[in-house]
């Protein structure tokens, strides 16, 4: 509608209420308040359209999971491995369907409540939410999916499907939920995202989910393929004897490892930038190419980190040089894990320090792993667990008291460099034990009695 109309209309109306002709501060009056309206409804349609794509490019992330395990895998296991990873997705959101978003988001989403919560009770079967919260809804579902497709790759070649679809349903609707309240929700008593009364003056700085959502699958993928145990093979020959040297099951497929790879660096820019959320409010929309960036800057320095050292150590070695692909493609998606935390209160130069340190944990705990005799198809592990802590962590350490202030409203615990102030980081710390802690005391039963019941391997 053009400014004239809205003039016309204004005049037409208030003539309407009085025989005289509208004095001009009426008129103003008028037109003021129909674009004050215009531009309401046009902020809520432009924050509905962004989460909705956000959304769908984080959603798009469980391709990037299925081609990365079904490139992991021996070829006879690509069908199972793929339709296992279609059954996260579907069991996370009847999961979250049903509880998930009511146990983590139900009642709790007012900035200035006072009340702390262990658990949301309201909006069971998206009862009550109002088309202004759907997508939210969906956004927020995408990431309850992503979290639950971490374990998948890791128990490739030797998890019943029933098995899949059971975890699933526990972790979207039940453990991962209770994390996002404590950790997003303004009720949880871990949060940063309250005005008033947060833990030690500055809660847990999450912005996107490296220990919601990364360190939550990673923890469990470490739980699942401990008990379930190795693939046949691995480690053991046929009468449980350990093997001097563990067989390597090298995947079929590098190309489909490296197509999940940039799927997954893709769906990432909806992952982190999609989580300012509310986009138009207070100019949040500035920052979001600020995400963008150091998004890329993490991943980018994780993958020459991961590449360089790996290099450098096989020519000591070995004498020779070679480069290792696989190594360089988790390096990538360590940096993406690491930064998840931090992208919004970081500056760029930090972004690129966490993910060089991100691709030196991934090789160092990915070694590790081998030596314990755990078996992760796809090195989710490291790759999640462990730079879920290290990018939570990292946030105590680089976080910028200037971008603090614009995003949360509060700036006297910043990050170390910045500070000798402990707040920040002690509040990280606490998060990635309690959440290592929940996890822990929810799944390990609950894989334990599948196992027993003989439903898991």
Not at 182 to 209: K, N
Not at 295 to 319: C, D, N, P, W
Not at 345 to 369: D, K
């Amino acid at each position: 509608m053009s400014s004239s109309s809205t003039y016309e209309s204004c005049l037409a109306n208030l003539s309407a209420k009085s025989a005289s002709i509208p004095n001009t501060e009426d008129l103003l009056v008028c037109i003021s308040s129909s674009f004050d309206s215009r531009t309401t409804s046009t902020n809520s349609a432009v924050e509905v359209f962004y989460l909705l794509y956000a959304a769908s490019l984080v959603f798009l992330m469980q391709a990037g999971f299925a081609m990365i395990a079904a490139g992991c895998v021996r070829t006879n296991n690509i069908q199972n491995t793929l339709l296992k990873n279609l059954l996260d997705a579907c069991g996370a959101a009847l999961g979250f369907y049903t509880v998930g978003y009511a146990f983590a988001w139900g009642g709790s989403t007012d900035r200035n409540t006072t009340q702390k919560t262990f658990i949301g009770t309201e909006s069971f079967f998206m009862m009550g939410l109002d088309f202004a919260e759907l997508s939210f809804w969906l956004f927020q579902l995408a990431f309850c999916s992503a979290s639950a497709t971490i374990v998948a790759g890791t128990l490739a070649e030797r998890c019943q499907m029933g098995a899949y679809l059971g975890y699933s349903l526990m972790l979207a609707g039940f453990v991962y939920p209770v994390i996002v309240h404590q950790i997003w929700s303004p009720s949880g008593f871990l949060t940063a995202q309250r005005e008033t009364d947060v833990l030690w003056g500055v809660g847990m700085v999450d912005f996107a989910g490296s220990t919601v959502v990364h360190l939550t699958g990673g923890m469990t993928a470490l739980i699942a393929t401990k008990i379930l145990g190795p693939r046949a093979g691995r480690f053991y020959d046929l009468r449980g004897r350990v093997l001097d040297t563990p067989k390597d099951f090298p995947g079929h497929s590098l190309a489909l490892q490296m197509l999940g790879v940039f799927i997954l660096w893709f769906g990432w820019y909806g992952f982190n930038t999609g989580s300012i959320i509310r986009l138009t409010n207070d100019l949040r929309y500035t920052y979001v190419s600020k995400i963008a960036i150091n998004t890329t800057l993490a991943a980018a320095s994780g993958t020459v980190t991961t590449l360089f050292i790996h290099t450098v150590v096989q020519e000591r070695l070995t004498g020779e040089v070679t480069y290792n692909l696989q190594y360089a493609m988790n390096g990538c998606l360590s940096g993406l894990v690491a930064i998840t935390a931090g992208c919004s209160v970081i500056e760029s130069w930090a972004s690129i320090i966490i993910g060089i340190v991100a691709g030196g944990l991934y090789l160092v705990f990915s070694r590790q792993l081998v030596k314990c005799r755990i078996d992760d198809a796809v090195d989710a592990i490291p790759v999640h667990m462990i730079n879920g802590i290290w990018g939570t962590f990292s946030v105590g350490l680089f976080a910028s008291p200037n971008l603090l202030e614009i995003l949360y409203g509060r700036s006297d615990h910043v990050g170390w460099f910045y500070s000798l102030s402990k707040g920040s980081a002690d509040a990280t710390l606490l998060a990635c034990q309690v959440v290592a802690g929940w996890v822990t005391v929810t799944m390990l039963p609950f894989f334990w009695v599948l196992n027993y019941l003989g439903w898991l391997r």
